[in-house]
C-alpha cells in the first residue's frame, strides 16, 4: 500500500524550531518530487515546500522562506522538514504529499495524514 | 505568485443533484489545474489531474473541464458521500496555489 506518515508536530512557543519527519513506503520514493502543504484550522490549503526527487532542487514558499529547509534522504525513504523562528500563523496541519513527477510542480497523487504544529506561548 | 478563485465558496445541494464549481486563474496556466475533494476530517485526494483527465478509483460522477483562465469541476447527480470541500490547484509556476476551496452541503 502506498502511504504516507508524517511525525514531529506538536506545540511550540513563538520563535521556535521543530523538525517534522514524513516516511513513505509502497513506492519508489526516489523517483518522486516531494512537497509539504499545510492547512491553518478551517482555513484551505497553502504549499509551503517542494524537493526534487534526487534532493538537487528545493523551492519554497515566501511565507517560510528563509525560515524553514526542506530535505530528504532517499536511502531511508524519508523526507524533512526544518522550521525554525516559528511564529502564531504557522499554526496548521502540515502534509507530506507526493508529486506526480520528479522534478517541477505538479499535481499531488497520495498524501499524509498530517501532522499538527501549534506555534504558542 | 497565480491567484485562482472558486465560485461558489458554499453551496448547500441536494442528492442526485448537478453540481458546478468553477475556478479563474489570474493569469493563463494553460492545462496545468487540478482538484481535489476533502471531506470532513480527512486528508485532501486528487479528483482530477490536468483539468479533465481522471484519476484510478474517484466515481466517474466527476469530471473537469476548461482551459486558460477559467476551469470547471463537474459533478454530476451527487450522492452523500460527496459532501467535502473542493479545491482547485495550478502547477503551471511555482509557487503552486490553491483556489479556497468550495464546500458542498447536503439539503
Known amino acids: 500500500e502506498v502511504q504516507l506518515v508524517e511525525s514531529g508536530g506538536g506545540l511550540v512557543k513563538p520563535g521556535g524550531s521543530l523538525r517534522l519527519s514524513c516516511a513513505a513506503s509502497g513506492f519508489t520514493f526516489s523517483s518522486y518530487s516531494m512537497n509539504w502543504v499545510r492547512q491553518a484550522p478551517g482555513k484551505g490549503l497553502e504549499w509551503v515546500s517542494a524537493i526534487s526527487s534526487s534532493g538537487t532542487y528545493k523551492y519554497y514558499a515566501g511565507s517560510m522562506k528563509g525560515r524553514c529547509t526542506i530535505s530528504r534522504d532517499n536511502a531511508k525513504n524519508s523526507l524533512f522538514l526544518q522550521m525554525n523562528s516559528l511564529r502564531a500563523e504557522d499554526t496548521a496541519v502540515y502534509y507530506c504529499?507526493?508529486?506526480?513527477?520528479?522534478?517541477?510542480?505538479?499535481?499531488?497523487?497520495?498524501w499524509g495524514q498530517g501532522t499538527m504544529v501549534t506555534v504558542s506561548s | 505568485e497565480i491567484l485562482l478563485t472558486q465560485s461558489p465558496d458554499f453551496q448547500s445541494v441536494t442528492p442526485k443533484e448537478k453540481v458546478t464549481i468553477t475556478c479563474r486563474a489570474s493569469?493563463?496556466?494553460?492545462?496545468?489545474l487540478h482538484w481535489y475533494q476533502q471531506r470532513p476530517d480527512q486528508s485532501p485526494r486528487l479528483l482530477i489531474k490536468y483539468v479533465s483527465q481522471s484519476i484510478s478509483g474517484v466515481p466517474s460522477r466527476f469530471s473537469g473541464s476548461g482551459s486558460g483562465t477559467d476551469f470547471t469541476l463537474t459533478i454530476n447527480s451527487l450522492e452523500a458521500e460527496d459532501v467535502a470541500a473542493y479545491y482547485c490547484?495550478?502547477?503551471?509556476?511555482?509557487?503552486?496555489?490553491f483556489g479556497q476551496g468550495t464546500k458542498l452541503e447536503i439539503k
Open positions: 493569469q493563463n496556466i494553460g492545462s496545468n
Open positions: 504529499v507526493r508529486a506526480l513527477t520528479p522534478v517541477g510542480p505538479d499535481a499531488f497523487d497520495i
Open positions: 490547484h495550478q502547477s503551471g509556476s511555482l509557487p503552486g496555489t
